[in-house]
């Protein structure tokens, strides 16, 4: 549950068995520890280098300033309306919640002003009304923060003023199965089940010892009740920037009735420039990938470009 996650550090290094001194000093101070004890169990006792724990320590690393990392890496803050933001065609994505159920140090939205540009700040209706007004938009897409957030209450209302324009698709984009299992409850299975609009999940998970037993429960919940479930993930240094990591990942994805889909570049945030791998490495780790796994288990290697109407890919 995210009401009891760990957000001291002194108590992560306890409950790691590491003595503080062990991860280094810290940064990020603006974006503050926060890690579900779940998703704790899950990382090795006595290892400063655990992939699940590079993903959420906060490293002094984060204050440097590196050129070409910035505040806005996607240039979407200026994009984002009433809740509402629009970079590709037939597509739109609604803020749905600030909140998130883990705070990843490689966020590429950990500066976006969510106050700001909440659609639920007060109700759902300005990001309703504009998508009613944009019948060309067919599909909403449900981000944040995480719209798993929401209650389900919250949510099954929102799905059904979705049912009340054009749009036909509704996806979520969450990183909640993974990092606090529970949440695939039978309020949100009946809400996907139930729906008229098509239900497309999109999970994000980056190491396969993020996906134990009870994590693979739900991800097959899920995948039962959904018309897609996909994941996508970001290479990062020292997580999982290897092919052995990557095709670990992507059979245990399958294992759980979730394909692989995107393997994003990382977005040039501030504070997460020590996790970059560049386009060169990351094609050759997709070809090594290629010659293991079969085509249906290969992400799609791509990032994204401010202004492009669709995610680059790595050829
Ligand atoms: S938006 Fe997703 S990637 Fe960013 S901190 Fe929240 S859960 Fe992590």
Redo the contacts with the bound molecule.
């Keep these: 549950m995210v009401r009891d996650a760990v957000r001291d550090p002194a108590e992560l290094a306890l409950l790691l068995d590491l003595p503080l001194a062990a991860l280094g000093a810290r940064g990020g101070a603006g974006f503050p520890l926060l890690v579900p004890r779940g998703f704790v169990a899950r990382m090795r006792k006595r290892d400063p280098d655990d992939p699940l724990l590079r993903q959420v320590w906060p490293r002094a690393d984060e204050d440097a300033v590196v050129p070409g990392f910035g505040a806005d890496p996607v240039r979407e803050q200026g994009l984002a309306a009433g809740g509402l933001i629009r970079k590709y065609p037939g597509r739109a994505l609604l803020i749905a919640s600030g909140a ?5 140090r490689y ?1 590429f ?2 500066s976006f002003p969510y106050q700001d540009q909440l659609a639920a700040r007060a109700d759902w209706d300005p990001a309703i009304t504009a998508l009613r007004e944009a019948p060309e938009i067919r599909e909403a897409i449900l981000s ?3 719209p798993l957030s929401l209650s389900n209450r919250r949510l099954t209302d929102l799905v059904a003023k979705l049912e009340d324009t054009r749009v036909e698709t509704v996806r979520l984009h969450t ?1 909640f199965p993974v990092v606090v299992p529970e949440r695939v409850d039978a309020g949100l299975l009946r809400l996907l089940e139930r729906t008229r609009l098509r239900t497309v999940v999109v999970i ?1 998970c980056n190491h396969a010892n993020e996906l134990d037993a009870s994590v693979a429960a739900a991800l097959r919940a899920l995948a039962a009740d959904t018309g897609a479930l996909l994941n996508q993930s970001v290479l990062l240094r020292g997580v999982n920037d290897d092919a052995d990591t990557l095709a670990a990942l992507s059979e245990r994805l399958f294992e759980c009735g979730v394909l692989p889909y995107y393997l994003h570049l990382l977005d040039p945030v501030a504070g997460a420039a020590h996790f970059d791998v560049d386009a060169v490495a990351g094609r050759r780790l997709l070809a090594a990938l290629r010659t293991r796994l079969p085509g249906y288990l290969v992400p799609r290697l791509v990032k994204e470009t401010p202004g492009e109407l669709s995610k680059t890919p790595i050829a």
């Design positions: 998130c159920p883990v705070h990843c966020c939205r950990r944040g923060g995480d990183r994000h």
